[in-house]
């Protein structure tokens, strides 16, 4: 039964768009395609990785988060043509359980209907457009399906990721405040 819900949510959130002609599929991870993930996220480059690791990338460890859907929402970006993925986000329904003492200094309190966001593009797609179109139609579907009103981010932003830092001015996305770790990171908000 867990799963057939599931499935319908997959049906129902899906987006299909045109970039450098080539048409893109939007939508959420499907369990049978957790090979083509862990192939993805495994074949980022070192940079993207040093960037964005909010998990194992393991078959095993994504499996788990699929499974944990009253926590996790996992969503993919496929070419139709080759069925690759190209691009993968990972939402934690709520805030982070290590990112708690970190988010209140900022004087907020975690609500129902807060998420955490970690996207990711392949490299040989980066700089093309899709990681704008995968948040817009993300923010539509967190809204829309989700009911939810805000986004945090996965561990915040290093400050130098000018591309990332970049994207999420361009929604809407505020600063809060400053941290370090491994360098300086940026935790930003965004209130849909
Ligand atoms: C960050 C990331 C998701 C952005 O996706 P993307 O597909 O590369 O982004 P887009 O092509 O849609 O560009 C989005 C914005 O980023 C900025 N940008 C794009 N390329 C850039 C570059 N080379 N230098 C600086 N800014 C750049 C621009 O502001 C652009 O918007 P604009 O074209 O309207 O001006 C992607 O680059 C990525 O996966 N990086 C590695 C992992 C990562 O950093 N994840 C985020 C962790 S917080």
């Known amino acids: 039964m867990h799963n057939y819900f599931q499935y319908l ?15 893109i599929q939007f939508g959420s991870f499907e369990i049978t395609d957790v090979d083509k993930l862990s192939y993805y996220l495994n074949n980022l480059s ?11 990338f393991t078959c095993e460890a994504i499996s ?23 691009a993968y986000t990972i939402i934690k329904l709520g805030w982070l359980h290590f990112e708690i ?8 309190k975690e609500e129902p209907f807060d998420c955490t966001l970690a996207p990711s593009v392949a490299d040989a797609w980066q700089g ?4 704008t179109r995968f ?9 829309t399906e989700y009911q939810l009103k805000r986004i945090f981010l996965w561990g915040g932003v290093q400050s130098d990721n000018t ?4 994207l999420y001015k361009k929604f809407g996305f ?7 770790y491994h360098g300086w990171n940026v935790d930003m908000l965004l209130n849909l």
């Open 9 to 23: 949510e997959t049906l129902f959130s899906m987006e299909i768009i045109e970039i450098e002609n080539r048409s």
């Open 163 to 166: 591309k990332a830092v970049n």
């Open 101 to 108: 003492p970190r988010l209140s200094s900022y004087g907020l």
């Open 64 to 86: 788990e988060l699929y499974k944990d859907a009253n926590n996790y929402k996992l969503f993919t970006a496929k070419t139709i043509d080759e069925d690759d993925v190209i």
């Open 174 to 180: 505020a600063p809060l405040g400053y941290f370090e």
């Open 128 to 131: 093309c457009g899709i990681g």
């Open 135 to 143: 948040l817009s139609y993300l923010i539509k579907t967190l809204k």
């Open 46 to 56: 070192n940079e993207s990785k040093g960037r964005f690791g909010p998990h194992a």
